[in-house]
């Protein structure tokens, strides 16, 4: 029996807004239950952490938690991905998540930016409440991105919008290697 399923069942977070910090308090929760013994695992989507470095990645894995990419990149970001790959490979990382990763006794497991997948249609919103409604009882889930959607947020528990109220990128300030990636 993994440590949560001995304190209730696990509940369902969604993060989203087009505010800052998102990813950063998925990562937090990671952090807090890799600290308390709970077996994690984090799935991210539309990154490339070895083309931007995002070395939060590399951080949890080093405090034990399963790290996986999917679906690597976001047309938005670079023109030259093909959103058909892009589709498809939401769609494969999805069944793997459902078929195999709910099967592998997680306590915490974390989507991150697969709102934007439903959001941009490379996911089908059903295919995202298909997932969320076959979830482990005992699993607690966090989706993250911007653009959740109504019905995605009426199945959660927890749901944060992280508003924008000012970001110095409005002034052309630059991401900052350590605080932004």
Do not use: W
């Amino acid at each position: 029996m993994n440590k949560l399923s001995m304190n209730k069942n696990g509940l369902i977070h969604i993060y989203t807004g087009d505010g800052k910090g998102k990813t950063t308090s998925a990562i937090g929760l990671a952090t807090r239950a890799l600290g308390h013994g709970q077996k994690v695992c984090y799935c991210s989507f539309h990154k490339d952490p070895e083309k931007y470095g995002y070395n939060e990645m590399q951080s949890l894995r080093k405090l034990g938690a399963d790290v996986f990419n999917f679906a690597k990149g976001h047309p938005h970001l670079n023109r030259s991905l093909d959103e058909n790959v892009i589709r498809q490979e939401t769609h494969e990382a999805v069944a793997k998540i459902k078929n195999e990763f709910f099967a592998a006794g997680y306590d915490l497991m974390i989507l991150d930016e697969l709102n934007i997948s439903v959001r941009d249609n490379y996911l089908e919103e059903k295919l995202l409440l298909d997932l969320i409604k076959a979830k482990p009882s005992t699993l607690e889930l966090v989706i993250t991105g911007r653009g959740a959607t109504d019905a995605v947020m009426e199945l959660a528990d927890y749901v944060s919008e992280i508003k924008k109220i000012k970001h110095p990128y409005d002034q052309k300030i630059r991401s900052r290697e350590g605080i932004e990636f």
